[in-house]
């Protein structure tokens, strides 16, 4: 079992930047993918950012050149850097683990969820 804590999330303004960071539990934690995901009110969940067990990374077009998605696997901790926020990522973020050999990037491929973050971006 893995428990994943999220936490990072606030109020921010357009063009503003946020750090979410999410904790594991497991000390196996470096063979994971990890991704990060959103959900706002009456949306479907999407993925934003996944990074591999080798640091590949992939990116959800609306937030490539603004997110950086990465991990540190001395901490069993995975970061999603977000600048020049818009009022249109607004939304719970959560963040998942994975033991897909390829780049997971469908809700079911990932096992275990952390209980979200509100990010929301408001002036």
């Known amino acids: 079992q893995v428990q994943l804590v999220e936490s990072g999330g606030g109020l921010v303004q357009p063009g503003g930047s946020l750090r979410l960071s999410c904790a594991a539990s497991?000390?196996?934690?470096?063979?994971?993918?990890m991704g990060w995901y959103r959900q706002a009110p009456g949306k479907q969940r999407e993925l934003v950012a996944v990074i591999t067990s080798g640091s590949s990374t992939n990116y959800a077009d609306s937030v490539k050149g603004r997110f950086t998605i990465s991990r540190d696997n001395a901490k069993n901790t995975v970061y999603l850097q977000m600048n020049s926020l818009k009022p249109e990522d607004t939304a719970v973020y959560y963040c998942?683990?994975?033991?897909?050999?390829?780049?997971?990037?469908?809700?079911?491929?990932?096992?275990?969820w952390g209980q979200g973050t509100q990010v929301t971006v408001s002036s």
């Open positions: 998942a683990a994975s033991g897909a050999q390829a780049i997971p990037v469908l809700v079911y491929e990932y096992n275990y």
């Open positions: 497991a000390t196996i934690f470096s063979i994971y993918a």
